[in-house]
T-cell receptor
Framework: DTAVSQTPKYLVTQMGNDKSIKCEQN?????MYWYKQDSKKFLKIMFS???????INETVPNRFSPKSPDKAHLNLHINSLELGDSAVYFCASSLWTGLNYGYTFGSGTRLTVV | RKEVEQDPGPFNVPEGATVAFNCTYSNSASQSFFWYRQDCRKEPKLLMS???SGNEDGRFTAQLNRASQYISLLIRDSKLSDSATYLCVVNGRSNFGNEKLTFGTGTRLTIIP
């Protein structure tokens, strides 16, 4: 009965590869997010979708492409991985903007690029 | 000025003590404020919302000072299980003009037996 689930939990890959991370929520939320937490623990928003529509796209290299097939799923595809992409990627969800109740996070995907 | 600023700590506090953290934010139009807790190698979890009148949840008290644009979190009678990183969260605007929650870099707290 996991609320926000991400797969895989760990991902180790070589530079230049392409990889995807998947996220699903069963909370009935209509908005989902991708956050990146770097080695200094800074948690920064990357993208957000509301009912499959992109509503937030922060300054992120276009090697990162999110995709939301429906409001319960948000995937992240990364092309041509670089060493600097190593981080923990968190998926989150909320009702609309989350201003009233905050966000619920998945357990994270720890990406290591070697 | 950063959107949300926190003292990174670490705060090393004996068990049973009271500890307080502050956080400042730059956007005077912000309306939503939260404290999240993040354990080592885990996801952030909502600890409590912060309301204008101040609010309390057990041993935890959150305060908001709009005039000075800061938020505080007070933990009384600290327990070993309170050891974590505490993230201050404030709403702001994305570059698409939509609302988003911005996280501070966190304050690390260690409770010492």
């Amino acid at each position: 009965d996991t609320a926000v689930s991400q797969t895989p939990k760990y991902l180790v890959t070589q530079m230049g590869n392409d990889k995807s991370i998947k996220c699903e929520q069963n909370l009935g939320h209509d908005t989902m997010y991708w956050y990146k937490q770097d080695s200094k623990k800074f948690l920064k928003i990357m993208f957000s979708y509301n009912n499959k529509e992109l509503i937030i796209n922060e300054t992120v290299p276009n090697r990162f492409s999110p995709k939301s097939p429906d409001k319960a799923h948000l995937n992240l595809h990364i092309n041509s991985l670089e060493l600097g992409d190593s981080a923990v990627y968190f998926c989150a969800s909320s009702l609309w903007t989350g201003l009233n109740y905050g966000y619920t996070f998945g357990s994270g995907t720890r990406l290591t690029v070697v | 000025r950063k959107e949300v600023e926190q003292d990174p700590g670490p705060f090393n506090v004996p068990e049973g003590a009271t500890v307080a953290f502050n956080c400042t934010y730059s956007n005077s139009a912000s309306q939503s404020f939260f404290w999240y807790r993040q354990d080592c190698r885990k996801e952030p979890k909502l600890l409590m919302s912060v309301y204008s009148s101040g609010n309390e949840d057990g041993r935890f008290t959150a305060q908001l000072n709009r005039a000075s644009q800061y938020i505080s979190l007070l933990i009384r009678d600290s327990k070993l299980s309170d050891s974590a990183t505490y993230l201050c969260v404030v709403n702001g605007r994305s570059n698409f003009g939509n609302e988003k929650l911005t996280f501070g870099t966190g304050t690390r707290l260690t409770i010492i037996p």
